[in-house]
C-alpha cells in the first residue's frame, strides 16, 4: 500500500503528537510504503520523524483556503506518485488534500476532522462538498462527530470516530497501578498542564484560577506548570509576573520528553474552552494522574466511566478553583485511586489500538 499523510503543519502540537506516535509504527511496517506531506512548515515533529528514516515533504506554502496554486502542485504531486491512499488531517490539509486527491484519481481518500469544527454558512457549504470527495471521514471523538453531521457536512454513516494514541515507551519509571507516588511532607503540590499556548486553551483563567487558590490555603505549598510553548507565552509570563505568583506558577515552554514532568505531578489540568479530544489528557492519565478537565467538547469521553476526574465549565473560574480546592483537600489515597482508575482507562489509546483501526480505515 502506498500512503500519503497530508498535513498542514509538522512542528509541535496535539495532532502533530499524534503522527510522532503513530507513524513511526506504520513505516516500520512491510507492506506499507508511506510518505508525510507538509504543505506549511515543518519543525520538531518533522525532524523527528526525518531522523527515524521516514519521508518527509516539506512545501512552505501558504496553507489559507483557497490556495489554487497550492491546489494544483499536490495534484500534480499526487497524480506522479500515484499513492493507493491519501489520509489528510486538519481543515486547510482537508480542503487541499482530499480535493487534490480526487482530480488525480487517487483510489482511497481519507479526511480527518481533528477539533470541534467553527464554520460559518458559507464553510459549510464548502466542506460539505470537500467531504463528499472522501470515501471516509475520521472524527477524533464522538464530540466532533455529532458537530460535522449537524453542521450538516457529513453523513453520520461516513464518519468514522478514531480516538488519538498515546506512545507511553517514554516514561522514565512506569507507575504501577496501585502504586504510590512518593511525596516529602515539604513536597509542594503540583497541578501540570501540557499544551499549545494558545488563547482556546484558556490558560489565563487558570493562572486565575491558581492564584485564588492560593490566596485561598496561605499554608499550602502549591505550584503550578505549564508545559508547551506558542503565540500566547510572553503575554502569560507577563500575567504571572504581574500576579505576585512568580515562584509558584512556572512556564517550562516546549519539552520533548513530558513524561518526567507528568510523573512529579499530582493533578492534571485542561481548562480549554474547546476541545475535540486531547492526547496530553490521554498522557496524564497513561502516567496515572487524575485530572481537572473542560465539560465542553470531547475531552470528557477520554475519561470515560473511570471516575478519574472533575469537570468543570471552562468559562468559569470559580468552576476550575472549586475543583483544584477539591483535589487538594483529597487524601492521597483518594487520588491514587483516581490515577489508577486513568491509568486503567488509557489503555484503550494504546498505538497498537489505533494502528488496527486505523489499517481498517485504509484498506476498506
Same mark, same amino acid.
Given at each position: 500500500?502506498?500512503? /500519503?499523510?497530508?498535513? $498542514?503543519?509538522?512542528?509541535? *502540537? *496535539? /495532532?502533530?503528537?499524534v503522527l510522532a506516535n503513530s507513524v513511526p509504527n506504520l513505516f516500520k511496517r512491510s507492506d506499507i510504503e508511506l510518505s508525510i506531506l507538509v504543505l506549511g512548515k515543518g519543525g520538531r515533529i518533522s525532524n523527528y520523524l526525518i531522523e527515524h528514516g521516514i519521508s518527509v515533504y516539506i512545501w512552505n506554502r501558504g496553507v489559507k483556503i483557497p490556495n489554487f496554486s497550492l491546489l494544483i502542485q499536490l495534484q500534480n504531486f499526487l497524480r506522479k506518485y500515484n499513492p493507493d491512499v491519501v489520509h489528510c488531517q486538519g481543515s486547510e490539509? @482537508?480542503?487541499h488534500g482530499i480535493l487534490a486527491a480526487k482530480f488525480a484519481g487517487v483510489p482511497r481518500i481519507i479526511g480527518e476532522e481533528? *477539533?470541534?469544527p467553527n464554520h460559518h454558512s458559507f464553510w459549510k457549504w464548502i466542506f460539505r462538498y470537500v467531504y463528499k470527495q472522501a470515501n471516509q471521514v475520521i472524527a477524533i471523538s464522538e464530540a466532533v462527530k455529532q458537530e460535522i453531521v449537524r453542521l450538516g457536512e457529513v453523513s453520520a454513516e461516513k464518519v468514522r470516530v478514531l480516538y488519538n494514541p498515546v506512545n507511553s515507551r517514554q516514561l522514565t519509571v512506569?507507575?504501577?497501578i496501585g502504586s504510590s507516588r512518593q511525596r516529602s511532607? @515539604?513536597?509542594s503540590f503540583v497541578f501540570v498542564t501540557t499544551c499549545r499556548l494558545v488563547p482556546i486553551k484558556n490558560l489565563e483563567r487558570l493562572i486565575q484560577a491558581f492564584g485564588g487558590l492560593v490566596k485561598a490555603n496561605p499554608d499550602r505549598k502549591l505550584r +503550578?506548570?505549564? #508545559? *508547551?510553548?506558542g503565540p500566547e507565552r510572553e503575554h502569560l509570563e507577563f500575567r504571572v509576573s504581574n $500576579?505576585? +505568583?512568580g515562584n509558584q506558577v512556572e512556564i517550562l515552554g516546549f519539552q520533548s520528553n513530558i513524561w518526567p514532568f507528568l510523573e512529579e505531578s499530582d493533578v492534571f489540568v485542561l481548562p480549554s474552552l474547546r476541545e475535540g479530544s486531547s492526547v496530553s489528557l490521554a498522557e496524564a492519565m497513561t502516567a496515572g494522574l487524575p485530572s481537572i478537565v473542560t465539560q465542553v467538547g470531547g475531552a470528557s469521553e477520554i475519561l470515560g466511566d473511570s471516575n478519574s476526574g472533575i469537570l468543570i465549565d471552562p468559562l468559569d473560574i470559580s468552576s476550575i478553583q472549586w475543583a483544584m480546592q477539591?483535589? #487538594?483537600?483529597? $487524601?492521597p489515597e483518594e487520588r491514587e485511586a483516581m490515577g489508577a482508575r486513568a491509568k486503567i482507562e488509557a489503555q484503550r489509546f494504546s498505538v497498537e489500538n489505533y494502528i488496527r483501526e486505523l489499517l481498517r480505515i485504509y484498506e476498506k
Open positions: 500500500m502506498r500512503l /500519503v499523510r497530508i498535513i $498542514s503543519e509538522l512542528d509541535f *502540537g *496535539g /495532532v502533530e503528537q490539509a @482537508n480542503f481533528i *477539533g470541534i512506569p507507575i504501577a511532607e @515539604n513536597a +503550578l506548570r505549564i #508545559i *508547551g510553548d $500576579s505576585q +505568583l477539591q483535589m #487538594i483537600e483529597f $487524601s
